[in-house]
């Protein structure tokens, strides 16, 4: 096992990752940028170093300076949580040439399955379910066009590399394709450094459901369940739950071995996730493979009671997994609100500046993944999520209520945060019955003037 490691990222998951380390007995060492030298993440590590400038691509997306860091420190593996450089396939090659273990899955099986295309090229030919679309990627805009009159509208376009919502644009018709393809290219761009397009066909009315899987470098493949990803904002996530209330047990029971199905067809190892969309009809399709574990991973830690980051560590060290399917059972309902320091009011603008006044709310199946602290400084540059709330309950129901008592006492004072806004979600009648697509288009017109009012009342 690793004696000391090397956490490559900020906020919250940084904060997770250090935890699960020092359960382990392992040292770690953070890194930090000149805006988060006072960022919790930087006082828990037990040695931080400061790589750069505020700006991500000065700090956390430098792959040099963060290797640096690590040969200086003398760790032997890092963990890059989610986002930055954790799909980051040049990356993860550069830790090989090293000498230094990166806590995820091969640069092959990156490569693999996070370009959209060569994702879907594998799973097709393993006989696993994909959206139709086109093969290959795509940059010309009529050429695009081309492709989209032989698919059919409506017609999703996507970013082939990169995730997170970015890139992707809904087109109905013809002739806002050229505007939106531009757009959604220009995005991309700006994201990922990568033009490539890939655009398949749009499904209506479907759900958002993903597998978590975990597998070994010796063949061991697991599912841990799914999670319902179904209430989202353009495309960002904003609640996550398990068990999906709308599933039967042999429609999850197929959904699981097919994600167990395509994580071996991909030769991963790691944890990772297999995204799926399901239609009205309950056919369900493979959209993506995220490889690097997820914002809402704890969700299916508190109903499965496994640590996924700990199960990561153990893998990327040698180790053959501990559990096999017939250990992994479920307890109860779990729900996870992202809580993000924006403006729902102003257009979602990022909020930056200092918390003055915390109170974090606790109880029986509550948990709170945060980097929070009263004082703490909110910098301008990096994602705006700061949080999230999980709690389980013995059912939907319970769990339901059980978020509703815990966002109501939660206070975060100083700059404005989208928990007014979850809150709204959890009390609408559509999230109670599951109807995802109603509470999604209702987020899209915007609440009114008075439940925004009723919403900072009981908040």
Request: charged fraction near 25%.
């Amino acid at each position: 096992m690793y004696r000391k490691i090397l956490v490559a990222n900020r906020g919250e998951i940084a904060v997770r990752i250090i935890r699960a380390c020092r359960e382990m007995g392992i040292a770690t060492v953070g890194i930090c940028s000149l805006a988060d030298k006072e960022a919790l993440h930087a006082q828990l590590a037990d040695t931080c170093i400061c790589i750069g400038d505020g700006q991500a691509a000065d700090s956390y997306l430098n792959g040099e300076r963060v290797l640096s860091a690590a040969i200086a420190s003398g760790a032997e593996a890092i963990h890059p949580g989610y986002g930055f450089l954790s799909e980051n396939a040049a990356f993860a090659r550069m830790c090989e040439k090293c000498g230094i273990d990166f806590i995820g899955p091969s640069p092959e099986s990156m490569e693999a399955m996070g370009d959209k295309a060569s994702a879907r090229k594998i799973m097709d030919e393993a006989g696993i379910p994909v959206i139709p679309g086109m093969e290959g990627t795509v940059q010309s805009a009529e050429e695009a066009m081309k492709l989209a009159d032989r698919i059919g509208y409506p017609i999703m376009i996507k970013a082939s590399a990169g995730g997170g919502g970015k890139g992707m644009r809904v087109v109905e018709s013809p002739e806002e394709f050229a505007e939106q393809f531009s757009a959604a290219q220009q995005e991309t761009e700006k994201a990922f450094g990568d033009g490539r397009m890939y655009l398949e066909r749009y499904v209506r009315h479907a759900r958002h459901v993903e597998v978590q899987i975990l597998a070994d470098r010796y063949g061991n493949t697991i599912h841990l369940g799914e999670r319902d990803c179904s209430i989202q904002r353009r495309h960002q996530k904003l609640i996550e739950e398990t068990p999906a209330p709308f599933l039967d047990e042999e429609l999850r029971r197929r959904m699981g071995e097919t994600a167990v199905q395509a994580a071996k067809a991909a030769h991963y190892y790691s944890a990772g996730t297999i995204e799926f969309l399901l239609d009205e009809n309950k056919n369900f399709y493979f959209m993506e493979m995220n490889t690097r574990i997820q914002v809402e991973h704890p969700v299916t830690e508190m109903v499965t009671g496994v640590d996924l980051v700990k199960e990561m560590i153990r893998i990327s060290a040698g180790e053959k997994l501990s559990l096999d399917q017939r250990d992994i059972s479920f307890r109860g309902h779990a729900i996870e609100c992202r809580i993000s320091a924006e403006d729902p009011s102003r257009g979602f603008i990022p909020s930056a500046g200092r918390v003055v006044q915390l109170y974090v709310p606790g109880g029986n199946g509550v948990r709170i993944d945060s980097c929070l602290y009263q004082g703490c400084q909110i910098p301008p540059y990096y994602d705006s999520m700061i949080g999230k709330v999980i709690v389980q309950g013995r059912d939907r129901r319970e769990a339901i209520q059980k978020m509703r008592s815990v966002l109501g006492e939660l206070i975060i004072e100083g700059i404005r945060t989208n928990l007014e806004l979850q809150y709204w979600i959890l009390q609408e009648e559509a999230f109670e019955k599951g109807d995802a697509e109603t509470v999604n288009r209702k987020l899209m017109q915007g609440r009114t003037e008075e439940e925004e009012q009723d919403a900072e009342r009981t908040v």
